[in-house]
């Protein structure tokens, strides 16, 4: 049986965070976790930063970033500091923990971008740019917008059309089935 896209989609991430997060450990980092670092590169070029900032600048969301700052603050990673201009904006900068963490980061961070880039050098199209094409293609017409066209589709056709055939074909794109 042919796996679905969400499926395959966490097959691969607990493949890589299960292998990302091997990595700290046997860099002397047990309780850092893989979702911890696009916060911690964003906090290791900019001194104190916004949750919205920060969401921004790692591209994840807000509530990730809320969420990921609030189990980083738990370990004593990172500082929050009520806003200068505006005290309900919270103000997020490393703590002397996780500065002292950077080093060992930084030089998993190298090696962990060394195995992205061998993985990308195995297959035929590589991964990194397979995701940047689809969050492109997400960012123009979301997934949502893309399963109510499919729905309607299939009620206009009283459940007969093939999944996909007309997007592709509107696309250009020849079926690869």
Not at 17 to 25: I, L, P, R
Not at 47 to 56: D, H, K
Not at 164 to 174: A, N, Y
Request: net charge positive.
């Amino acid at each position: 049986m042919k796996q679905g896209l969400g499926t395959q989609l966490r097959h691969l991430i607990e493949l890589l965070d299960s292998a990302v997060e091997a990595a700290y450990v046997d860099a002397d980092l047990p309780d850092y976790r893989p979702r911890y670092t696009p916060v911690m590169r964003v906090l290791s070029m900019r001194e104190a930063v916004t949750i919205g900032e920060i969401a921004a600048l790692a591209g994840i969301t807000q509530p990730a970033a809320t969420q990921t700052v609030a189990l980083m603050q738990k370990q004593g990673l990172v500082q929050i500091a009520p806003g200068a201009e505006d005290a309900r904006q919270r103000v997020v900068s490393l703590s002397a923990k996780g500065s002292a963490l950077l080093p060992r980061l930084q030089e998993c961070w190298r090696a962990t971008k060394l195995a992205a880039d061998g993985l990308d050098a195995d297959l035929d199209l590589p991964l990194s740019q397979s995701l940047a094409q689809a969050i492109a293609a997400l960012a123009d017409r979301p997934f949502g917008e893309r399963i109510r066209e499919a729905r309607l589709a299939l009620q206009q056709d009283g459940g007969s059309k093939a999944t996909g055939q007309d997007s592709r074909r509107r696309s250009g794109k020849k079926n690869a089935a």
